[in-house]
């Protein structure tokens, strides 16, 4: 009988914490594509609600246009690239860097912030690609912008960046 009531306490521990962090609903999209990233957040900072929500956007995802939310901010910071991408044929040498959005959300409940941008073709099939979240709250914050090192599971990381796997390019034929 203890067996079974600890690999319950086991199973529901280990799925909590897997529910902790933030993640995108579409862990893995094509090199070239473009892409509609949905990060879940699905708790607050330590009983108390988010207020405010910042994602950084790679090197390599251009063009991102945020998706507004009804009740929220939203603030678009843009800057240069670091080099200058073909977007549909005209080069783009800058735009959106972070999407901050600002409201609240209370730590009962569980919602999804979403953005569209365009994976170009430095971000090479079977890389992975981080986006650094900053979950504030009234009295503290969440940094979820941990890079795993060469080989390291993100799930040993205490708050890993949402991940984003690049598979090969698709192929109009």
Known sequence: MNTIITTVVAIAASSTAAFAHVSLVTPE????????GVLNIGRGCEGEPTLRLRVQIPEGVIAV???PKAGWDLEI???A?????DYYG???????????WSGTLDDA???QFAFRGKLTDSLKAGSTVYFPVIQECANGSHNWVEIPAEGQ???DLAEPAADLHITEPHHNH
């Open 77 to 79: 910071v843009t800057g």
């Open 81 to 85: 690239y670091e080099t200058s991408y």
């Open 109 to 111: 409940h569980f919602d």
């Open 153 to 155: 599971d993100s799930h």
């Open 29 to 36: 999209a094509a090199q070239g594509a473009t892409y509609i």
């Open 65 to 67: 246009k945020p998706a």
């Open 90 to 100: 005209t080069p783009l040498s800058e735009g959106p860097k972070e999407l901050i």
